[in-house]
């Protein structure tokens, strides 16, 4: 049974940080892509970031550059996304995504976790 489980979401302040943990089970977790999408009230899902199966190689949308850093720790099935520098902006339901290109193929979801970024 494929689990992707997000924790870490809340409250936040303007300038604050979270760190968002999503723990993985049911599948090869040490071959497969991992990323963090977002959705915002009204807006389409969008891709945060993404890290390679190895965790050699990452990649960030531009509104998160240089604030937000996705890593992850094979040993625990787990990938995480550090946030830094919260915008109002930044406000969404942020969710887990596994997905694997090459046979035998697979796209899985975590049921998000919300964060808010309010004064």
């Known amino acids: 049974q494929v689990q992707l489980v997000e924790s870490g979401g809340g409250l936040v302040q303007p300038g604050g940080s979270l760190r968002l943990s999503c723990v993985a089970s049911g599948f090869p977790f040490d071959s497969t892509a991992m990323s963090w999408y977002r959705q915002a009230p009204g807006k389409e899902r969008e891709l945060v970031a993404t890290i390679t199966s190895a965790g050699g190689s990452t990649s960030y949308a531009d509104s998160v550059k240089g604030r937000f850093t996705i890593s992850r720790d094979n040993a625990k099935n787990t990938v995480y996304l550090q946030m830094n520098s919260l915008k109002p902006e930044d406000t969404a339901v942020y969710y887990c995504?596994?997905?694997?290109?090459?046979?035998?193929?697979?796209?899985?979801w975590g049921q998000g976790t919300q964060v808010t970024v309010s004064s």
């Open positions: 995504n596994a997905r694997r290109v090459r046979f035998p193929k697979y796209d899985y």
